[in-house]
């Protein structure tokens, strides 16, 4: 059974920075690709990045593009990090790691496979 364990969030004033972290394990973890996602109170979820784990290619949502970065560890890439900076109270919502086992470029959170709990992250103004 595969499990995504996030952590590093809390709660930081505008204009700071947060990285979070996500670990993944499992008897025979594997995945296509891992990301991140976020969902704001009254909101849907929604795609925040995510990082193709042979080629480390990775794809950001406009909304946080140049101001966050998605990177993976060098061993067993079973690891994905979002460091994040510049946040913007926009930026308050429960983030989910998410891994997809098949090749795809979509961004529908429905499409991913193994999900992680959540982690609040707080913008104050």
């Known amino acids: 059974q595969v499990q995504l364990v996030e952590s590093g969030g809390g709660l930081v004033q505008a204009g700071g920075s947060l990285t979070l972290s996500c670990a993944a394990s499992?008897?025979?973890?594997?995945?296509?690709?891992m990301g991140w996602f976020r969902q704001a109170p009254g909101k849907e979820r929604e795609f925040v990045a995510r990082?193709?784990?042979?080629?480390?290619?990775?794809?950001y949502a406009d909304s946080v593009k140049g101001r966050f970065t998605i990177s993976g560890d060098n061993n067993a890439k079973n690891t994905v990090y979002l460091q994040m900076s510049s946040l913007e109270p926009e930026d308050t919502a429960v983030y989910y790691c998410?891994?997809?086992?098949?090749?795809?470029?979509?961004?529908?959170?429905?499409?991913?496979?193994?999900w992680g709990q959540g982690t609040q992250v707080t913008v104050s103004s």
């Open positions: 998410a891994a997809v086992r098949e090749a795809t470029l979509s961004k529908n959170p429905y499409d991913y496979d193994y």
């Open positions: 499992g008897r025979t973890f594997s995945a296509y690709a």
């Open positions: 990082i193709i784990r042979s080629n480390r290619r990775t794809t």
